[in-house]
């Protein structure tokens, strides 16, 4: 709870009873590059627009280029074969049920700043700093970034 005097870091100088003018919206990344992921079961993030996109018990319009049947053709990246499988570990014929739903865990990028400070460190430097990253076969970011994508 705040105090008096005090705001949420959000919203800035602005008190909680008046409203506060809202962001400008900031445009989605469209590169279609990959990013470099931050640890290694980290879903990969959509480097494209996906305004309009029909993701509904209808159609999945991401399976048009992610499918396995269509990789060929896009050159997208295929969805991992994890999202074949069910909870058994069973493989399916087509995307499970469970992981259709694209943005459940997989999101565009903007190029908004930062709304907060991030302190995020590297699985790789910690180990690197400890002294223990060769140890663990973690050579370099090169090998950590192939292990990751």
């Given at each position: 709870?705040?105090r008096?005097?005090e705001?949420?870091?959000l919203?800035?100088?602005?008190p909680l009873?008046?409203e506060?003018t809202?962001?400008?919206?900031?445009?989605?990344?469209?590169?279609?590059?990959?990013?470099?992921?931050?640890?290694?079961?980290?879903?990969?993030?959509i480097?494209?627009k996906?305004?309009?996109?029909?993701?509904?018990?209808?159609?999945?319009r991401c399976?048009?280029?992610?499918?396995?049947?269509?990789?060929?053709?896009?050159?997208a990246?295929?969805?991992?074969?994890?999202h074949?499988?069910?909870?058994?570990?069973?493989?399916?014929?087509?995307?499970?049920?469970?992981?259709?739903f694209?943005?459940?865990?997989?999101?565009?990028?903007?190029d908004?700043?930062?709304?907060?400070?991030?302190d995020?460190v590297?699985?790789?430097e910690i180990?690197?700093?400890?002294?223990?990253?060769?140890e663990?076969?973690l050579?370099?970011?090169?090998?950590?970034?192939?292990?990751t994508?």
């Open positions: 709870m705040l008096k005097g705001h949420d870091a919203r800035g100088n602005v009873l008046e506060r809202p962001e400008p919206l900031y445009q989605v990344e469209n590169k279609d590059l990959r990013r470099a992921r931050a640890y290694p079961m980290q879903p990969p993030t480097p494209h996906i305004d309009n996109y029909q993701v509904d018990l209808n159609a999945n399976m048009s280029c992610h499918s396995r049947q269509q990789v060929a053709q896009s050159q990246p295929m969805v991992s074969v994890t074949y499988m069910d909870r058994e570990g069973n493989f399916l014929a087509e995307l499970s049920p469970r992981r259709y694209c943005s459940q865990c997989h999101a565009p990028q903007t908004a700043p930062l709304a907060v400070e991030n995020f590297d699985i790789v180990l690197r700093q400890q002294g223990g990253a060769q663990r076969g050579r370099n970011d090169q090998t950590y970034q192939e292990a994508q």
